[in-house]
């Protein structure tokens, strides 16, 4: 079944300790992306990739790190985690620029 | 900034009736035009994409698109309770930019 997945679902922690969140994709394709989605903000994207190795800034990028080192997976990673890093995240990926994007069920993120 | 706009509604229909939903954008070189449904506290899935100015039908959902007027709508014919959620616009933007831009969305409820 293609799709994408992330870990974990949920996940509460405390301010400064490094977390990473998984992403992986099954369906071969070159663009993913990271979104955190906020009341009233709607989806905003954190960073994005063309392909391995490949990474570009999003609109909301501080506070966030990310890779590339093989097609299918891109993880985000939190150095040091804030308060105001709580947020529903999403990971998605698309054959092109043009094309649909197909999301991840989502990781739910509260930090303390 | 490119922005897209929505009404954040909530645009309440009757079961049975036509639900028309609005999106402006700022970029005029825009290529591609995406709409999505999210149910609350799921992901977005992707419900109908356009490209080229005019109508694009797909079953019970039609994407319309005015590049002049830098606008794109979706139009849910015989809405049923089972719409109800919230539609994401999102609009890729020209010049080779991987940011697509995603409006705030609409929040449509369909009651019985």
């Known amino acids: 079944e293609a799709q994408v997945t992330q870990n974990p679902r949920y996940l509460i922690t405390v301010t400064g300790k490094k977390l990473t969140v998984t992403c992986s994709q099954n369906?071969?394709?070159?663009?993913m992306s990271w979104y955190r989605q906020d009341p009233g903000l709607g989806l905003r994207q954190i960073y994005y990739?063309?392909?391995?190795?490949?990474?570009d800034k999003g609109d909301v990028p501080e506070g966030y790190k990310v890779s590339r080192k093989e097609k299918r997976n891109f993880p985000l990673i939190l150095e040091s985690p804030s308060p105001n890093q709580t947020s529903l995240y999403f990971c998605?990926?698309?054959?092109?620029?043009?094309?649909?994007?197909?999301f991840g069920p989502g990781t739910r993120l509260t930090v303390l | 900034q490119k922005e897209v706009e929505q009404n954040s509604g909530p645009l309440s229909v009757p079961e049975g009736a036509i639900a028309s939903l609005n999106c402006t954008y700022s970029d005029r070189g825009s290529q591609s035009f995406f709409w999505y449904r999210q149910y609350s506290g799921k992901s977005p899935e992707l419900i109908m994409f356009?490209?080229?100015?005019g109508d694009k039908e797909d079953g019970r959902f039609t994407a319309q698109l005015n590049k002049a007027s830098q606008y794109v709508s979706l139009l849910i014919r015989d809405s049923q309770p089972s719409d109800s959620a919230t539609y994401l616009c999102a609009v890729n933007p020209s010049g080779g930019s991987y940011i697509p831009t995603f409006g705030r969305g609409t929040s449509l409820i369909v009651h019985p």
């Open positions: 369906m071969n394709h070159e663009y």
């Open positions: 990739s063309m392909n391995v190795e490949v990474t």
């Open positions: 356009i490209y080229s100015n």
């Open positions: 998605a990926s698309s054959l092109g620029t043009g094309n649909e994007q197909f």
